[in-house]
């Protein structure tokens, strides 16, 4: 199976402007979960999304939004950027429960990240 | 509410030493615990889990990990450093396996020859 993709892996921005990340999940995986990794703050839940709805979200301003395709594939928005958003974005698929798995635990896979710079 | 704390931002071994990356965990559920690892421009790989069960757990690359109820620990172990081992380990707690996880600040491994 191919593993979690993320593009673009490199994005270079100025302050004030808005980006977007893709994610395409592992095939057959329905949850899509972001999570913002900095130096200072480690690494951070942004949200998660499962079969087009978003499930959990963390603690981040509303300049940061998702959404999720019908493919699974999941988007994130961050409008308006500040320099404090220069971070690694990674984004981590999950699929359905296994059955007989204790805890019917979804194991998280991570994609190999954004890197985005703002300047 | 989760939280993990792992103690120590950087640790250094020599090859052939016991690698010991500690992490504490605070949950108010019974906690799942996991250790990943990060190579330089990767993201994350699991190395390895806790559910239920049995407390010592075994993971890739010859790490495992025990969870010690009376301690909040999860601490994570190999008996033999290897130079490919230097890497950044995270450990991380969820209160259920379908919910978020909550990372620690990382470990940096430094494996010096």
């Known amino acids: 199976k191919a593993g979690v993709t993320q593009t673009p892996r490199y994005l270079i921005k100025t302050r004030g402007q808005q980006v977007t990340l893709s994610c395409s999940p592992i095939?057959?995986?329905?949850?899509v979960s972001w999570y913002q990794q900095t130096p200072g703050q480690g690494l951070q839940f942004l949200f998660e999304y499962f079969s087009e709805t978003q499930r959990n979200k963390g603690n981040f301003p509303g300049r940061f939004s998702g959404r999720q395709f019908s493919n699974s594939r999941s988007e994130m928005n961050v409008s308006t950027l500040e320099l404090g958003d220069s971070a690694l974005y990674l984004c981590?698929?999950?699929?359905?429960?296994?059955?007989?798995?204790?805890?019917?635990?979804?194991?998280?896979?991570f994609g190999p990240g954004t890197r985005l710079t703002v300047l | 509410a989760q939280s993990v704390t792992q103690l120590g931002s950087h640790v250094s071994v020599s090859e052939g030493a016991l690698v010991l990356l500690r992490c504490n965990y605070s949950s108010s559920v019974p906690p799942y615990l996991f250790w990943y690892v990060q190579y330089p421009n990767q993201g994350l790989q699991l190395l390895l889990k806790?559910?239920?069960?049995?407390?010592l757990v075994k993971g890739i690359n010859g790490f495992e990990a025990e969870f010690k109820k009376s301690e909040t620990s999860f601490h994570l172990t190999k008996p033999s450093a290897h130079m490919s081992d230097a890497a950044e380990y995270f450990c991380a707690v969820s209160a259920s396996g379908y919910s978020t996880l909550t990372f620690g600040k990382g470990t940096m491994l430094l494996v010096s020859p």
């Open positions: 806790y559910t239920t069960g049995a407390t």
């Open positions: 095939s057959g995986h329905r949850s």
């Open positions: 981590a698929s999950s699929g359905s429960p296994r059955s007989g798995l204790a805890g019917g635990l979804n194991e998280q896979f």
